[in-house]
């Protein structure tokens, strides 16, 4: 097959959970000729969620790459793809995958239409600028509506849908399709799985809105550019399918629409078209503009261009264990090339690394290839050292391209092996998974002891701690979750700090003098300015004080909870010819940022959720009644056929143990979905329970 740069297309299938991501990637592995028999989810043995978790609980954990092969108009197309998870607790899987792709495809139930999680991943596509076409699917189940999920798009979204394909039915009587670029309907025959469809005529009921819909299309490629414009004016038939499929790509690539298509992957309908809208529409590594990097000894920017004459550089966006490889690290190359047995430079951490296999991607199988080029995605074995995030190029063209930023962790518990002996493989176990994790985070609680693991959900942390069962056999013990509250700088304050002491011999010396703040809106971390003049202190102090600063950020005044944020501006400072050295000083700015802090009106902060609740209309009352008392602000209530939707902020601490309450209430007719929103300030009343219940002992239960 042709592995042209302009063939290639690396895409993202991404949605809301449940909407049929999996099932869609399966039959597409199954009409490309790569598997031989559909997977189902519902069945466990679908392809792409390979992990044992995923086959059990019937949803997609971890993201997983395969490459397809395609072929269009007799042109042959190399697709790679990530199928990744809907569920909210596992976003950064989507998060990273974005990061690396050209386009995307975003699938919306036909039921469900654009629900909280649709929207996340929409505006994390928006981040990226990731071109995407979106994919109505399970047309054929009870309450579809085509053009009620084309309105959502549209307002909730605020996207430009362009509808490509008619529905041919509804529910149950859902059969096939009219394809409008080429004027075309199509049916698919159900006894060869969907494998064949026929051409057939347009139905009569629907003609009128096909004509619609395609006069659209045709007027506005007609405004694309003055050619077509001059076709459509003298006679609209002239403009040929070739020029629309062209004017379509042009708008899509540059993320002024996202052609909307439809189908049900469940029943084997509309898959293939689906395929030849992905090679005509999304782009190829050529498409996109050339990725920008910083050279980290001249400090300036650089571009790096999908070609493979120039330098190597390629970004590491996940890293995973394989039981028979050992780790993995998964690798989007934007140029060059690279070949088994070479070495690349690692310009995150400054080390080289020497890749003993390059692998292609198929779920959790491998295929071992020699090299690989620009515009592909692989996987590198035999490294040392790659994180998520890091760059990998050529140590004689060094490059730094934008790190992935992840979402900080809203939940944690506290977790001890059940058998002394197994102390040390838990804290080895727990740093794998923080390895390919970058949402998970492990920490020591200085007062209790404990070890404490954050997650960004009940069901992240449940995952992980079956997968410590079954993977690592370590069976633990764990507290009840608790929120991951964070602390927050509220006033200015000025401090001194002079950090003395003597042991007899060389001794240890700093002084500095600086002022703590809230940081800047926005600011994540520590925003550090350093306003010494004149040399008072070498730039080793200053650096080593920064370093000390940054340190102290991880635990907070009021219950050890890390800050989210603070600016310290370093005034002066002096120094000692002979006591002073690096250690000092961040000594001393540990102490000292502790100290300032005391008298800066330290306040606790609460993760809040932003939480859509679908009810019957008669449970309405019952439930916007059970959110006030859980400190919910109210956002609005809209109606669905049937249904209402209760949308309203809420903090975490309050939803523990929700679902099950919703369902004693609505007599289990109702669902919810929550995903992170933002940090605010806990009420006093409720900020002195937390830190009375956090200064005392952690309770472990089995």
């Not at 809106?521 to 004149?534: C, P, S, T, W």
Request: with cysteine; glycine share 6%.
């Amino acid at each position: 097959m042709s592995e042209k740069l302009e063939n290639i297309r690396n895409i993202g299938i991404m949605a809301h959970i449940d909407a049929g991501k999996t099932t869609t990637t399966e039959r597409i592995l199954y009409y490309t000729g790569i598997n031989h028999r559909m997977g189902e989810v519902h069945e466990g043995n679908a392809t792409m969620d390979w992990m044992q978790q995923e086959q059990e609980r019937g949803i997609t954990i971890t993201s997983a790459a395969t490459t397809v092969y395609w072929k269009t108009n007799d042109i042959p197309f190399k697709i790679n793809i990530i199928d990744t998870p809907g569920h909210v607790d596992f976003t950064v899987e989507v998060e990273r995958s974005l990061r690396v792709l050209d386009g995307a495809v975003a699938l919306f139930c036909a039921v469900g239409g654009v629900e909280p999680q649709s929207e996340t991943v929409w505006h994390q596509a928006d981040k990226y600028n990731v071109p995407r076409i979106s994919y109505v699917n399970k047309m054929d189940r009870s309450g579809a509506d085509f053009y009620e999920v084309i309105n959502q798009i549209k307002n909730k979204l605020h996207a430009n849908p362009v509808v490509l394909q008619i529905p041919i039915g509804e529910e149950d009587n859902f059969k096939g399709i009219v394809d409008l670029v080429h004027n075309k309907a199509y049916e698919w025959d159900e006894e060869s799985l969907g494998l064949t469809f026929t051409e057939i005529p347009i139905p009569e009921e629907i003609k009128e809105i096909v004509h619609e819909y395609r006069t659209k299309i045709i007027e506005g490629c007609a405004e694309e550019n003055e050619a077509l414009l001059e076709k459509f004016l003298s006679d609209p038939d002239s403009i040929s399918s070739e020029d629309i499929i062209a004017a379509l790509r042009k708008a899509t690539i540059e993320l002024r629409i996202t052609p909307v298509l439809c189908g049900s992957s469940f029943r084997n309908k509309g898959v293939q078209t689906l395929l030849d809208a992905i090679v005509l529409y999304l782009p190829s590594p050529l498409d996109i503009p050339a990725i920008e990097g910083i050279n980290p000894f001249t400090e300036k920017a650089e571009l790096r261009h999908s070609n493979v004459s120039e330098p190597f550089s390629g970004l590491a966006f996940k890293i995973a264990t394989d039981t028979y490889v050992g780790k993995l690290a998964f690798f989007r190359v934007y140029s060059g090339t690279l070949s088994t047995g070479s070495f690349i430079y690692n310009s995150n951490t400054g080390k080289k690394e020497r890749i003993s296999k390059i692998l292609r991607m198929h779920a959790n199988k491998q295929i071992q290839i020699n090299e690989i080029e620009a515009g592909d995605i692989g996987a590198l074995v035999g490294f040392k050292e790659i994180r998520t995030g890091d760059t990998l190029c050529d140590e004689k063209h060094p490059i730094v391209l934008e790190n992935i930023n992840f979402p900080e962790p809203v939940i944690n518990i506290a977790v001890e092996p059940k058998t002394t002996a197994d102390i040390d493989k838990l804290i080895t176990c727990l740093n794998k998974i923080a390895e390919e994790d970058p949402t998970f985070r492990i920490r020591m609680n200085e007062e209790t002891g404990q070890t404490i693991i954050s997650g960004m959900g009940e069901l992240h942390l449940e995952i992980i701690l079956d997968r410590l069962r079954r993977e690592h056999k370590v069976e633990c013990n764990h507290g009840a979750p608790q929120v991951a509250y964070k602390e927050a700088i509220k006033a200015s304050v000025r401090h001194r700090e002079i950090y003395k002491k003597q042991t007899g011999g060389k001794g240890r010396f700093a002084d500095i003098d600086f002022e703590i703040s809230p940081a800047d809106a926005g600011f994540k971390g520590l925003q550090f300015i350093d306003e010494i003049k004149g040399g008072t202190l070498p730039k080793e102090f200053i650096k080593a004080a920064e370093k000390g600063f940054r340190a102290a950020l991880q635990n907070g005044v009021i219950a050890g909870f890390p800050f989210e944020s603070a600016k310290v501006r370093l005034i002066d400072g002096s120094f000692h010819s002979v006591d002073s050295d690096a250690m000092a000083f961040e000594i001393a700015a540990r102490f000292a940022f502790k100290e300032a802090c005391k008298k800066a009106n330290c306040v606790l902060m609460e993760p809040v959720m932003r939480l859509e609740v679908v009810t019957p209309e008669e449970y309405v009352g019952d439930v916007t009644g059970d959110l006030n008392k859980r400190r919910a602000h109210l956002e609005g209530i809209s109606a669905k056929i049937g249904f209402q939707i209760v949308r309203a902020t809420v903090p975490l601490s309050e939803m523990f143990g929700y679902i099950t309450a919703l369902r004693t209430i609505t007599s289990g007719r109702s669902t919810s979905s929550m995903e992170f929103f933002h940090y605010e300030e806990t009420p006093k009343e409720i900020a002195d329970e937390v830190i009375f219940r956090i200064k005392g002992y952690l309770p472990i239960v089995s």
